[in-house]
Each structure stands twice: as structure tokens, then as C-alpha cells.
């Protein structure tokens, strides 16, 4: 429990210190960044069924951002409205099993600010709404 805690305050601290950062220094404006900046703290809690795991990553759609699947994630944001609730599922078949994943979104998509929680009956239903948003 305590390293999960830990994790979270790790991630926050980050995205508060990248934030800043990024406000500091002035830089070429990127057509992703045109409208203003994206920081965004992703995290999924799995059940115990799937072990219990919980992960988090920060996402800013540039380069050197550590979500292994930036470009596509970003993509699926943009198509989205960065609206969990719109995101429609992809064609994959997912069994019944109730094994919940519990995923957020916190920061700031394109300069707006984001808080958004939503829950998945398993992880396939949670990735085929998400795409490559919380495949990390």
C-alpha cells in the first residue's frame, strides 16, 4: 500500500515539475501543442483478479514521453475530445468475466484541464474503448 502511495506522489510531483518546466522555457510551438500544453497523469488499478496491479504513466503527446504507445494514444484523445465516456469500442470480443479496471486521467489535454475517472467490467472492455490510451 505504502509503495503504491508513494507511486502516486512520484507521479503527481512530476507532472507538476514537468509543467512548470515547460512554462519556463520558451519553445518552438509543435501543431499538437498549438492550442496548449498536454500533461496528462494516466493510471489503471486491476482487480485481484488480473493481480491486483497498478499502473500510471504521464502522457504529453512529445517526444521523449514515456507512454510506450504515445502516437497512438494521442490520436485516440484527439478523436475522443479527450472524453473517456465518448470513446467508442474497437471490434474485438471480450469474455463476461467481472474482473474491474478502474482507470483516470488528470492534468491538461491541449490546455484544458481534464479529471476523469471511469470503470471497465474487465481489461479487454477497458482496452477496446481506450485503444493505446491506457495499453502501458
Known amino acids: 500500500m505504502f509503495g503504491r502511495i508513494f507511486a502516486i506522489v512520484a507521479l503527481f510531483a512530476s507532472l507538476f515539475v514537468f509543467t512548470g518546466t515547460a512554462q519556463a522555457a520558451p519553445a518552438a510551438q509543435s501543431p499538437s501543442s498549438s492550442r496548449g500544453g498536454t ?3 494516466l493510471s489503471a488499478q486491476y482487480s485481484e483478479f488480473d493481480g491486483g496491479a497498478f499502473k500510471a504513466t504521464v502522457l504529453t503527446c512529445e517526444r521523449g514521453d514515456r507512454h510506450p504507445r504515445r502516437a497512438l494514444a494521442c490520436a485516440t484523445l484527439a478523436s475522443a475530445g479527450a472524453d ?7 471490434d474485438r470480443a471480450c469474455t463476461f468475466h467481472y474482473a474491474p479496471v478502474e482507470v483516470s486521467m488528470f492534468g491538461f489535454w491541449r490546455g484544458e484541464p ?9 481489461s479487454c472492455v477497458m482496452l477496446a474503448h481506450t485503444g493505446a490510451l491506457f495499453d502501458f
Not at 481534464?114 to 474487465?122: L, M, Q
Request: proline residues 5%; without cysteine.
Open 84 to 90: 473517456l465516456q465518448t470513446m467508442q469500442a474497437d
Open 39 to 41: 500533461a496528462l497523469l
Open 114 to 122: 481534464v479529471n476523469e475517472v471511469h470503470t471497465y467490467p474487465n
